[in-house]
């Protein structure tokens, strides 16, 4: 996905907000948000480096086993420390990170078994990495369905300050509406 990783971030947050009781905060939010696009923090190092030759896809942020260690790692220090907030902050975190390295997979592909398998794993792809070849990315339905998750989550964010979900966070609608 090119586009819609930070609203599918929204949709996820959303729901594990909702899931765990919590109350729909910024921080809360923000660090949802900030998990959607982690995945994807490789393409800055690629961006400063000067390797645009290199695909960010082989970054360590980008491999699953290297998220699925730091939860753990979480999870192990939590059982001694026993913090309620860092539970929920750890499957907000990773909720956003796996959904985005499954979004990935379907069109461009992910690492899902290094270092026993070093090659992307895709479903479609346009860079041979694997799954059924598509020539265009952008005439393909995945791209549509990106453009429809683009269109609907701001939708659905109104709705959500319509129905008064944002109140208790000091941000409310006026009285003239």
């Known amino acids: 996905m090119l586009l819609a990783h930070l ?10 907000i909702k899931k765990f009781k919590l109350k729909f905060s910024w ?13 994807d ?3 800055i190092y690629q961006l400063f480096s000067g390797r645009l030759y290199e695909s960010h ?7 699953p086993v290297f998220y699925l ?3 753990i790692i979480i999870v192990i220090v939590n059982c001694f420390i026993h913090k ?7 499957y ?9 390295l499954l979004l990935d997979t379907v069109y461009y592909g992910i690492r899902w078994l290094w270092p026993f398998y070093p090659k992307l794993i895709a479903i479609y792809n346009t860079a041979g990495n694997g799954g059924f070849r598509v ?23 109104v709705n959500s300050f319509l129905r008064g979900k944002y109140e208790d966070q000091g941000i409310k609608k006026s009285k003239n509406q």
């Not at 896809?57 to 491999?63: D, E, Q």
């Not at 020539?135 to 964010?157: A, C, G, K, R, T």
Request: glycine share 4%; net charge neutral.
């Open 7 to 16: 609203p599918v971030g929204y949709l996820v947050t959303h729901a594990v």
């Open 27 to 39: 921080p809360w939010l923000s660090l949802g948000m900030f998990a959607a696009v982690l995945p």
């Open 41 to 43: 923090f490789g393409i």
């Open 57 to 63: 896809r082989y970054y360590i942020t980008n491999l």
């Open 69 to 71: 260690t730091v939860f």
């Open 84 to 90: 309620r907030w860092l539970t929920y902050a750890n």
């Open 92 to 100: 907000l975190i990773f909720a956003n990170i796996f959904v985005h």
């Open 135 to 157: 020539d265009n990315y952008f005439h393909h339905w995945y791209w549509y369905l990106e453009i429809v998750i683009v269109i609907f989550v701001p939708l659905f964010i």
